[in-house]
């Protein structure tokens, strides 16, 4: 139905445009005849209902509005045809030399600079043109109405879902999608340069970029020069390259925000630093669900639907074709040169959630986990290790086309736990606001709690109840609930060992207890098992993952993995963020819950336990292309700075 009105509203568009070609040619051919002039002069203002409604005239409210947030203003910013060139607060035709603003709209919006444009410009508008005028504005407000009486009336539109890149690339209509959303990126690239206090620049790849982090004067994450003399201090300068840029290479340039209210905008992801949790989650669900609106307006597609890297399968851990193809707008060269050549995959252990996913007793221990599991494992991986440029930095991460596929998969990762979890109940940290602009440039401040259920934002995961790689025991119920202390949670020492200074490679550490200690893992209720690592020191980025597994003396080959540790914005700037400097020496202490891993190796008669610590690149070979040397497939040996003087406080088994 829809369509019908806007193929009216194009008609009357076009009576507008023919009334006014025939006005302006008469007018012409008096003032030729004036001139003695003959000449017929260019034009060409015959336009299609496509470059119509591409034009800056048409901005329709779709259907699905009433699920974009309450008010006629919020179902007029989610309009997905509107122009850049256009403000949401005018139908905007300009066309040679005639420019018309077709009157403010009624939704009390604000004027911006396109609108204080418009009105400074003198405008000669006919009579026969204002009547037009009409005649349009009415089609307009009909089209418009429409669809909002069918959002009131109750009956919800199909939900858009956002795919695994496989099944996003697939089918009858995967060469299509992928099209939108390279068109979608290349456009928004195009806007890099737009003027720097414009609607086009609000819109542009780099705004968006910059929203997550920039580096400039200002910003928390600091300067280039700040970031190269870091780079410098580390002995890491080999990587100087992704920063500062190469020969026919780009590098990243130092970012000033264009006013005030940007300064608002940009820079504003949450990290969480030593000791405190921010609303990570939140934040980036956020802003994906505004970026998804500019893809859409950007692709000219109103279907376009982030895709997901489905990492957590581990059939899925190579880096997805199409971002290795250097022709592509997905591509960046600041990646790991194994993953974008396809010598190299993510290693499946380090994009494992099946643990906080299956013992984690809330919300905040399940976030906390991921980010600094998971989130951070992929980052470091793909930007060949942290603190290197691109995705291995936070302030410039989001450069990175497969960020978003990355943070999409995050968001899936949340929505696997709230599926898990339908009745827990949000924590004060859902009242917490942010700001972000939408697809029109408009600066919009929200809550988090109205982005917790996705339905509403219009969007659903096809997979979010099967997202183990495989079947797992749950916690059981004498678990104690909550973020207390391991302390108290699992007072009982089994045993444990203190001061350890990792190698270089490899540690492996033995921790000692009376034989039968561990027989209450056998039955159906095992006895939950922690790992606990108190004070994982490090005085710098470590330049490498920690590994960690578990084995038997007797039997090391049947080790089972528990965990990656990584450093992914730990020794960041991000000075202003919650007051905190990250810099000097910092300690972390985690806990892992290994009662899975124990029943695996068979402990119960066991009076000893080895804990492997690995420095590792969290890359694995490809088997994907075995005519490729086998010695260019395997990823370079990872290995600490020794300058990071990392070590652990104690290794702790509690039960």
């Known amino acids: 139905m829809l369509r019908l009105y806007r193929h009216i509203y194009c008609a009357f568009g076009r009576v507008v445009l023919s009334k006014h070609t025939a006005l302006r040619d008469q007018n012409a051919q008096r003032v030729r005849r004036r001139s003695g002039t003959t000449q017929e002069p260019k034009r060409d203002y015959r336009k299609s209902i496509d470059e119509l409604e591409s034009s800056a005239l048409f901005c329709f409210v779709p259907k699905n509005a009433h699920q974009m947030g309450a008010g006629s203003e919020s179902m007029y910013q989610n309009s997905a045809g509107c122009s850049a060139m256009a403000s949401p607060k005018f139908v905007v035709l300009d066309r040679g030399h005639m420019s018309i603003a077709f009157l403010k709209h009624s939704f009390g919006l604000p004027t911006d600079q396109l609108g204080r444009e418009m009105r400074s410009r003198k405008l000669t508008v006919t009579r026969i043109l204002l009547r037009a005028t009409r005649v349009v504005l009415s089609a307009a407000a009909f ?77 928390k994450f600091g300067t280039v020069a700040y970031q190269t003399d870091r780079l410098n201090r580390l002995q890491m300068s080999q990587f100087l390259p992704y920063l500062v840029g ?47 609106r500019v893809l859409r307006w950007a692709a000219n597609d109103p279907t376009l639907t982030l895709p997901y890297w489905d990492y957590t399968n581990p059939a899925e851990t190579a880096l997805p074709d199409a971002f290795q193809d250097t022709g592509s707008p997905l591509y960046d060269w600041r990646r790991s040169e194994a993953l974008n050549e396809g010598l190299a995959i993510l290693n499946p252990q380090i994009t494992d959630i099946d643990s906080p996913l299956s013992t984690d007793t809330n919300f905040l221990q399940y976030e906390g986990d991921i980010e600094s599991g998971v989130h951070g494992n992929v980052h470091c991986s793909v930007g060949q290790t942290c603190p290197i440029a691109i995705m291995g930095l936070v302030g410039v991460a989001a450069n ?141 980025d ?104 990392l070590t652990i406080g104690a290794v702790e088994l509690r039960q």
């Open 542 to 645: 470590p330049a490498a993952l920690l590994g960690v597994f578990v084995e038997r003396k007797d039997l090391p080959q049947n080790r089972q993995y528990v965990g990656t540790i990584n450093w992914f914005g730990v020794f960041d700037a991000m000075q202003g963020m919650e007051g905190e400097k990250h810099d000097g020496q910092i300690s972390r202490t985690f806990q892992y819950d290994i009662t899975r891993q124990l029943r695996r190796l068979e402990l119960k008669n066991a009076k000893e336990l080895t804990v492997v610590f690995e420095a590792t690149s969290g890359l694995a070979p490809s088997k994907k292309k075995p005519s490729r040397e086998r010695a260019l497939a395997a990823p370079s040996a990872a290995t600490f700075r020794a300058d990071a003087a």
């Open 400 to 540: 990175d086309p497969i960020f978003y596929e990355h943070h999409a998969n995050i968001d899936r990762i949340w929505s696997c736990w709230q599926n898990a979890h339908p009745h827990e109940t949000p924590g004060d940290w859902q009242n917490e606001q942010f700001t972000f602009v939408d697809e029109t440039g408009t600066k919009i401040t929200r809550p988090v709690r109205d982005f917790l259920d996705t339905k509403t934002l219009g969007y659903v995961y096809d997979n979010e109840s099967n997202c183990m790689q495989v079947a797992t025991l749950q916690a059981t119920a004498n678990e104690t609930p909550g973020l207390l202390p391991a302390e108290q949670a699992f007072p009982n020492i089994l045993g444990s060992v203190k001061s350890i200074g990792l190698k270089p490679t490899t540690t492996s550490v033995d921790i000692s207890f009376p034989k039968g200690t561990l027989h209450g893992l056998t039955g159906s209720t095992p006895t939950p098992t922690k790992l606990l690592l108190r004070d994982v020191s490090s005085k710098s």
């Open 143 to 219: 089209a418009l109405v429409i669809p909002i009486a069918y959002a009131q009336s109750g009956n919800s539109p199909a939900l858009h879902t956002r795919m695994r890149w496989q099944d996003f690339i697939s089918g009858p209509e995967g060469n299509k999608r992928l099209a939108s959303l390279q068109k979608a990126i290349a456009k928004m690239r195009s806007l890099d340069n737009s003027p720097p206090d414009s609607v086009n620049f609000r819109l542009s790849w780099k705004y968006w970029a910059n929203i997550h982090g920039y580096l400039g004067q200002g910003s």
């Open 246 to 292: 190469a020969t026919g290479k780009p590098g990243i340039q130092d970012q000033t925000p264009p006013d005030d209210g940007t300064k608002d905008v940009w820079a504003t992801c949450v990290h969480s630093p030593q000791g405190k949790q921010l609303n990570v989650f939140g934040w980036h669900r956020m802003y994906f669900y505004y970026f998804e």
